[in-house]
């Protein structure tokens, strides 16, 4: 049987960082987790103040990795190879979760160097993970062990891919305009998850799905400026967000692959 391990990145900070605390608490696969800086201090940082850290440090491994540098995506993927040989294991759970905003209100605000960078770490950046890592998603012939509920949280039965997008993504839900080079870069993220699934779908059938996901307003760094505008009720604390993904995401079913999903379950339309 082919034992499932996950993958969270980044892991540094906000529902990456609460998203890996998550999954240390409540399962009991393995996690490669990622980071731009001080891998060391990440990994103290995800581990402190959990019950049984030094015995969740065995489960977890945090490498440095980049969205925008490719060749610290190869090194990541590399790493994963010696820790989780696909003869033996299989990427079950994969959160792409790298995001940044400049928020432009007008055209007139604009810069072709901020748009290019919201591309490169919100589009390109999950588009080179699943350059690197789908490889170590499960085929129609792995043999996958059986899903149980080994802790607290429920894994789905089959393998998820998730990249994160946003509401504001959907074009048919577009009524504010705004956030262009952010709109537009999640918009890119559902186009680029219903392309990865129809792959998935050929190569993995129903061993693997992709889908897209928003996960709410998160009270982070990345929204700061915006909690004010938010309604009572729909600021999210980070681990709260975790929470609900991990549940969205250990509840699908196959018939929800290749669109993207909110943290109510519900479909944000593209």
């Known amino acids: 049987m082919s034992l499932p391990w996950a993958f969270i990145c980044p892991s540094s900070r906000g529902i990456g960082f609460a998203l890996t605390r998550h999954l ?7 996690i ?7 891998t060391s201090a990440t990994k103290s940082s995800l581990l402190a103040d959990l019950p049984g850290a030094p015995d969740l440090a065995q489960r977890l491994t945090v490498v440095p990795c980049d969205v925008t ?8 993927a590399r790493l994963a190879a010696e820790l989780y040989p696909a003869r033996t294991h299989h990427l079950h759970l994969a959160c792409a979760v790298p995001g940044i905003l400049h928020a432009e ?14 591309f490169r770490v919100n589009t390109v950046g999950p588009l080179l993970l699943i350059k690197h890592f789908s490889e ?3 085929r129609r012939a792995t043999q996958m062990e059986e899903q149980e ?5 429920t894994l789905p039965r089959h393998a998820v891919w998730l990249s994160m997008s946003a509401r504001v993504g959907s074009v048919t839900d577009n009524r504010l305009g705004g956030w262009y080079s952010y709109r537009a870069s999640k918009s890119a993220v559902m186009s680029l998850t219903k392309t990865f699934d129809n792959f998935l779908l050929a190569r993995s059938g129903e061993r693997a799905v992709a889908v897209a996901y928003h996960p709410g307003t998160v009270r982070t760094d990345f929204s700061r400026e915006y909690w004010d505008g938010v309604e009572d009720g729909k600021l999210f604390s980070p681990e709260y ?30």
């Open 24 to 30: 240390l608490r409540s399962t009991t696969i393995p």
């Open 32 to 38: 490669l987790a990622t980071a731009r800086g001080d």
């Open 69 to 76: 540098d490719e060749p610290s995506i190869e090194r990541a």
């Open 105 to 118: 209100k007008s055209p007139r605000q604009i810069d072709a160097s901020d748009s290019l960078e919201t």
């Open 136 to 138: 170590f998603l499960p």
């Open 149 to 153: 509920e080994k802790g607290d949280a």
């Open 241 to 270: 967000a975790a929470e609900r993904m991990v549940s969205v995401v250990g509840g699908l079913e196959l018939g929800q692959r290749g669109r993207c999903w909110d943290w109510k379950n519900d479909e944000v339309p593209p």
